[in-house]
């Protein structure tokens, strides 16, 4: 079980399965909405995600047609995306969580649109856009 919080702890929830596909995205809408260089992230079957507290305090941005991010309506701790078109798996922002997630990013993606002021010092792979296609990049562009 694999658990995660938002800053104020008025959310939290369970994971109850495996995270797969987790990279750094460096896409406008990533650093933006994490007001950060890039958003990790992996992805996590829909089946095993669980709310355990606060799930009423989620609020819901449409940040592009039948995309949604989830965050805390209180401190603002981005917690999840959820996809109309793949509604059984979600995007899972790896820095809300409180426990080790058992996997680590394998790639930067969407390095053509990265903070001019950061610079990529690691080993992993990087991609100019998607390294696969994730709900979040399938069907939009990157402005």
């Known amino acids: ?69 989830g965050f805390c309506e209180a401190c603002g701790t981005p917690l999840l995306s959820r996809f109309d078109q793949t509604p059984d798996v979600y995007g899972l922002p790896l820095g809300a969580l409180d426990d080790d997630p058992g996997v680590k990013p394998a790639a930067h993606c969407h390095v053509a649109n990265k903070a001019p002021w950061f610079d990529i010092t690691d080993t992993l792979p990087q991609h100019a856009g998607a390294f696969e296609e994730t709900p979040e990049h399938s069907s939009r562009a990157i402005a």
């Open 1 to 69: 079980m694999i658990k995660g919080s938002c800053l104020c702890g008025r959310i939290a929830y369970e994971i109850a399965g495996p995270l797969t596909n987790a990279l750094n995205c460096h896409c406008t809408m990533c650093r933006k909405s994490h007001g950060a260089a890039f958003r990790s992230r992996a992805t996590v079957q829909s089946k095993d995600f669980a709310w355990t507290r606060g799930e009423n305090h989620v609020t819901w941005y449409s940040s592009s047609p039948g995309s949604y991010r």
